[in-house]
């Protein structure tokens, strides 16, 4: 289930490497990572290799109004960019709008 | 208010490694972010704040709304509608002041979906709040 999605009896611990397996190749079984501190794992769409558009996605935000850093390098990841993914690794994704009730930032 | 539903969401963020809590203020039940990051940094403001966000009457039918600092923080002026106080109120020992920021109505983010959205992703359009200060 997509954590975009309400939130059903889908929780679990702090631990990020619960589950977390890795397979011959080295790749990771229940690959999964962090949007704006929610989690989503290859059920609702997360793969080894990413686009910036796919990462922001996931949290619901069309790329052409998102801004996508990879948090622990601090690299601002264009829509038709390509990432590898590190499992349990973090991203945060922010509209490029936003409209207060008396002012507007572009 | 569906308590339960609040403290699922909020389980959500922490095991992203976000702290978040379900308070009771002088207004009624607010969910406080604590530790969110903002791009104050440059411009010699905080860099973290603690954000609260009124649970509204009726809460999931009804959307949630508004975001409130802390009433002396030098982050309100720089913040869309900071400066269009929606009201201030006693939380945790501290007075809050509610910015003037609808993200459900035409504030810069989706309809309001009670399937959808919830204080799990009202904390997208708190992130983009911080990261976007005016002069």
């Known amino acids: ?106 | 208010m569906s308590r339960e539903r609040i403290e699922r969401e909020l389980a959500v963020l922490h095991e992203g490694g976000l702290e978040a809590a379900l308070v009771s203020s002088s207004r009624g039940d607010c969910v406080l972010y604590r530790n969110l990051p903002t791009r104050g940094a440059k411009r010699n403001l905080p860099s973290v704040a603690d954000v609260i966000v009124p649970v509204p009457s009726g809460y999931p039918a009804a959307a949630i709304d508004l975001a409130g600092l802390t009433a002396n923080s030098a982050l309100l002026p720089h913040l869309v509608g900071g400066t269009n106080s929606q009201g201030t109120f006693v939380a945790e020992g501290q007075t809050w002041q509610l910015a003037s920021y609808h993200p459900h109505g035409n504030g810069g983010g989706p309809p309001w979906d009670p399937m959808q959205c919830g204080f799990h992703t009202y904390v997208d359009h708190l992130l983009a709040w911080l990261a976007r200060l005016n002069q």
């Open chain 1, 1 to 106: 289930m997509s954590n975009t999605a309400a939130v059903g009896e889908k929780v679990g611990t702090r631990g990020h490497d619960k589950g977390h397996q890795e397979g011959a190749g080295g790749e990771h079984k229940n690959l999964h990572v962090f949007v704006n501190n929610r989690k989503f794992g290859e059920e609702d769409g997360v793969r080894s290799v990413m686009t910036g558009r796919q990462v922001a996605a996931l949290v619901g935000v069309p790329a052409e109004n998102a801004e996508i850093t990879r948090e622990r390098d601090g690299k601002q990841i264009t829509a038709d960019e390509t990432v590898n993914l590190e499992h349990t690794e973090h991203f945060q994704v922010i509209r490029a709008r936003v409209d207060g009730g008396c002012c507007h930032v572009a």
